[in-house]
């Protein structure tokens, strides 16, 4: 089992730019989420998909939004990028949508966006 | 709103000591709380969690938590403190109930010496 795949690794992008980041959930898992993590700070959610919808949403500007395939990957896109948007962006997989909020996340690596 | 208090940014423990790693909640009703840790250059890794009955929850790599309902705390302890175990370890909350996500505290770094 892969685990939680995520990619790019490391990004580097100038102000003003697009980025989309992908991820790929654990076998089994239906369910991804999105969270940011700034440098000493914990992960802060931006949105979670389940069966090709954007079910939950955290607070963040409409410049990020998500996909969810069928086969359950999901990608985040951002645009218009900002100085402030450089963070170590985590994507985590569990299964269930809502009705699996007892159920943990299992997270990738991590992509680690510069903003410049 | 929901939120998680990690009060201590550091923890400083010798290897063999017990060690403990504070955190505290609030949400509203009955909550779900997770412990992840996180080693440098990595993404979180899931140690245990509470849903509900037994308020001593046991998890990976010899670490437990014990649920405190009238404290609204959940504190990460472990018997014998290894050099393995430094790394930076997050609680997070959610309710059982409603459209809430999981939101995580703002991290305790421990650091066990030899």
């Known amino acids: 089992d892969a685990g939680v795949t995520q990619s790019p690794t490391h990004l580097i992008k100038t102000r003003g730019q697009q980025v989309t980041l992908r991820c790929s959930p654990k076998s089994g898992h239906d369910t991804v989420s999105w969270y940011q993590q700034a440098l000493g700070q914990g992960p802060q959610f931006i949105f979670q998909?389940?069966?090709?919808?954007?079910?939950q949403r955290g607070n963040f500007p409409d410049r990020f939004s998500g996909h969810q395939f069928p086969n359950y990957s999901s990608e985040l896109n951002v645009n218009a990028l900002l100085l402030g948007d450089s963070a170590l962006y985590l994507c985590?997989?569990?299964?269930?949508?809502?009705?699996?909020?007892?159920?943990?996340?299992?997270f990738g690596p991590g992509t680690r966006l510069t903003v410049l | 709103a929901q939120s998680v208090a990690q009060p201590e940014d550091q923890v400083n423990v010798a290897e063999g000591n017990p060690l403990t790693v504070k955190c505290t909640y609030s949400?509203?009703?009955?909550?779900?709380l997770f412990w992840y840790v996180q080693y440098p250059n990595r993404g979180l890794q899931f140690l245990l969690k509470?849903?509900?009955?037994?308020?001593l929850v046991k998890g990976s790599y010899g670490f437990e938590a014990e649920f405190n309902k009238s404290q609204t705390s959940f504190h990460l302890k472990k018997p014998s403190a290894l050099v393995s175990d430094s790394a930076l370890y997050f609680c997070a909350v959610r309710g059982q109930t409603g459209n809430t996500p999981l939101v995580f505290g703002k991290g305790t770094r421990l650091s066990v010496i030899a």
């Open positions: 985590a997989s569990s299964r269930g949508g809502l009705a699996g909020r007892g159920n943990e996340q299992f």
């Open positions: 949400v509203s009703g009955n909550p779900y």
């Open positions: 998909y389940y069966e090709e919808e954007e079910r």
């Open positions: 509470y849903i509900t009955g037994d308020n």
